[in-house]
């Protein structure tokens, strides 16, 4: 403490401290984080990351695109079975007064008295789709005979291993054969029928028209029979009515003994008239004979004269009116009689009229199937479509195959 007393005891220790050299200084090893914080893994675990990206994209490339469309050529290429096409065009019409039409077909539709039908049409579809065609074809147009060929190959055949051998199951197989189409604007029904040869092409589109012609004519006979049956019922209700009331008739003239009491009360009438002038003049001539010849011989045959003509209309008179058996009396019976098939005969009248108006709406009502182009034979055949197919297979597995590969590197790039 004596060397100098004048530096302070602070400044004296920190002397004492070694001089360090900042570049011999060893610091311990420290980690890079990135800005955000986030630990970065490892190279070692990047490159196996990005090897199992590689391999997955590989395996889903293999998967989506490699084989499906190596199957797709194999099959398309090689095995597809080709198939022959007719196409037939046909319109569902109706008689009567047509409506008005908006487009040219339904101008000229109009013009020849005839309209289409839009029910019909559905109709004959619904028809062409059902399991009944399918069964008619089967038994009527040797359908599998047509159809179920040696030259379809295994997945189109019917007579396969894995397709079950049921009715449900043949009519699945035909619907993929056959389409029908409506044209909304015309009412034309467009219909396709496949095969392996376009000569069953053609019989099985002819027969699905003969068929489809008949379920047409069986519409028209059940429309035929609600409308028409009814108003024959009623005219051979009244037409019985008249027959009894006409025996009735014939039973009372008969019994009577006379066939119109009407007219012959007015002939007794008119007789009774002429006889009352003829008794007026012979009593004006014997008048004029007494006063002018009182002695005269005229006097005793007008006098006969005068009582023939007097009995004759006292008794006509009785015949008429008088008596339980006049005309009189047997006139009110008969004029009931009369009436009453006068009341029945309007009334057939009114119903044939009813039932001619209804046969006339039956056919006015009446569908036509018209075939506008028949079944045609195909020259080549028109599926299947091998290079447009393999182009639409490439292009959606090509797009699977990218979103695959987008959701493998998602997930992926959460691993690095």
Known sequence: MSGNPSVPAETRQLTLLPLVDDASVTTAPEHHLPVDGSRQPPP?????????????????????????VLVATIYFGFIASDLYVSETRFLVRQGGNPDAFSDSMGAVLQSSGIETTSEGSHAVKAFVESRDLVERLAKQNDLLGRLDRSEADFVTA??????????????????????????????????KVK??????????????????????????????????????????????RVGVIQEKLTEYRNR????????????????????ALELAQVDTKIAGLLQSNPRSPQLNDLRSRRAALKGEIDRQSRLVVGESSSLAGKL?????????????????????????????????????????????????????RRLLILMVVVAVCGGLYWIVRVMLDLTLEHLR
Request: proline share 3%.
């Open 332 to 384: 009110a019976d008969y004029e009931k009689l009369v009436l009453e098939k006068e009341l029945y005969f309007k009334a057939l009248t009114a119903a044939m009229a009813s039932l001619e108006r209804a046969r006339q709406e039956a056919v006015a009502r009446r569908l036509y199937l018209e075939r506008i182009v028949e079944p045609n034979i195909a020259d080549r055949p028109e599926h299947p």
């Open 256 to 275: 009577e003994l006379v066939v119109d009491p009407g007219r012959q009360t007015s002939v007794a009438l008119d007789l009774s008239t002429r006889l």
């Open 195 to 240: 095969a392996f040869h376009a000569a069953d092409a053609q019989a099985l589109a002819v027969g699905i028209l003969d068929h489809a012609e008949a379920l047409v004519n069986r519409l028209n006979a059940r429309v035929s029979a609600d409308s028409i049956q009814f108003a024959e019922e009623v005219v051979q209700r009244y037409e019985a």
């Open 158 to 191: 019917f007579s396969t291993f894995w397709r079950p051998q049921t009715q449900e199951s043949l009519y699945k197989w035909f619907s993929s054969f056959i389409d029908l189409s409506i044209d909304k604007s015309t009412g034309i029904s467009t219909l």
């Open 44 to 68: 070692a675990m990047r490159h196996l990351v990005d090897e199992a990206r590689q391999f997955y994209r590989r395996i889903a490339f293999i998967v989506c695109v490699a084989v499906p």
